[in-house]
């Protein structure tokens, strides 16, 4: 896919999200779940491949539970740079919104190639929250250009069917922070760099 579609829907002079440089990958693949308040909440799923991230929002967030499938719509490629992306990307914006890190680690598959062109990509995540087994699946007879797929706990060590790891752990594993306190924080920061504007005059009145 590519970074074209990431560069072309970004104003990079209004929002602080990395541009679209391409990078290679090297070493362990890196993979990264953000929480993001944007016109809805939800969960981007993001893993590292062929120098760029392939990318998923899932409406409802990953769950522990191999029973429940969670629908994941593919979205552009974004770059590498923005596995550490936190804050806030402005109003009026694409995704206008607070994003905060809320997992982050590597992940191994056999052959992803194959399973991207298949449609079942099979990997092990190996996560500060989400572990073990997984699988994403694109849903057959899908009408979305093949953009719906449903991603599934594999039944393993790791696999829960009562925790709701995104109630438990709602914070950042980067900052600490929740999403009310990125937000908070990322516009007391540009209040401080807005520069002092009060005409003075050069007389004080009494």
Same mark, same amino acid.
Not at 161 to 175: E, F, K, Q, Y
């Given at each position: 896919?590519?970074?074209?579609?990431?560069?072309?829907?970004? *104003?990079?002079? #209004?929002?602080?999200?990395?541009?679209?440089?391409?990078?290679? !990958?090297? %070493? /362990? =693949?890196? &993979?990264?779940?953000?929480?993001?308040?944007?016109?809805?909440?939800?969960?981007?799923?993001?893993?590292?491949?062929?120098?760029?991230?392939?990318?998923?929002?899932?409406?409802?967030?990953?769950?522990?539970?191999?029973?429940?499938?969670?629908?994941?719509?593919?979205?552009?490629?974004?770059?590498?740079?923005?596995?550490?992306?936190?804050?806030?990307?402005?109003?009026?914006?694409?995704?206008?919104?607070?994003?905060?890190?809320? *997992?982050?680690? #590597?992940?191994?598959?056999?052959?992803?190639?194959?399973?991207? !062109?298949? %449609? /079942? =990509?099979? &990997?092990?995540?190996?996560?500060?929250?989400?572990?073990?087994?997984?699988?994403?699946?694109?849903?057959?007879?899908?009408?979305?250009?093949?953009?719906?797929?449903?991603?599934?706990?594999?039944?393993?060590?790791?696999?829960?069917?009562?925790?709701?790891?995104?109630?438990?752990?709602?914070?950042?594993?980067?900052?600490?922070?929740?999403?009310?306190?990125?937000?908070?924080?990322?516009?007391?920061?540009?209040?401080?760099?807005?520069?002092?504007? #009060?005409?003075?005059?050069?007389?004080?009145?009494?």
């Amino acid at each position: 896919m590519g970074l074209t579609r990431y560069r072309k829907k970004r *104003d990079f002079s #209004t929002t602080s999200e990395p541009r679209a440089i391409p990078a290679r !990958s090297g %070493g /362990k =693949l890196r &993979f990264v779940v953000q929480k993001h308040a944007a016109s809805r909440l939800h969960y981007d799923f993001r893993l590292e491949y062929a120098g760029v991230l392939k990318s998923w929002a899932i409406p409802k967030g990953p769950s522990l539970n191999p029973q429940e499938k969670r629908l994941a719509i593919q979205v552009e490629d974004h770059p590498l740079a923005y596995a550490d992306f936190e804050g806030i990307i402005p109003q009026g914006q694409y995704g206008g919104g607070s994003v905060l890190v809320w *997992d982050q680690g #590597t992940w191994e598959c056999s052959n992803i190639q194959k399973g991207l !062109s298949e %449609g /079942k =990509l099979e &990997f092990a995540l190996h996560g500060e929250k989400l572990k073990g087994r997984w699988s994403l699946v694109r849903m057959r007879g899908d009408r979305r250009d093949g953009k719906n797929w449903l991603l599934m706990k594999v039944r393993d060590r790791y696999a829960s069917a009562t925790a709701n790891i995104l109630s438990s752990s709602p914070l950042s594993v980067l900052s600490g922070r929740g999403l009310d306190e990125v937000s908070a924080e990322e516009i007391s920061k540009a209040e401080l760099r807005q520069p002092n504007t #009060t005409k003075r005059s050069g007389k004080q009145g009494t």
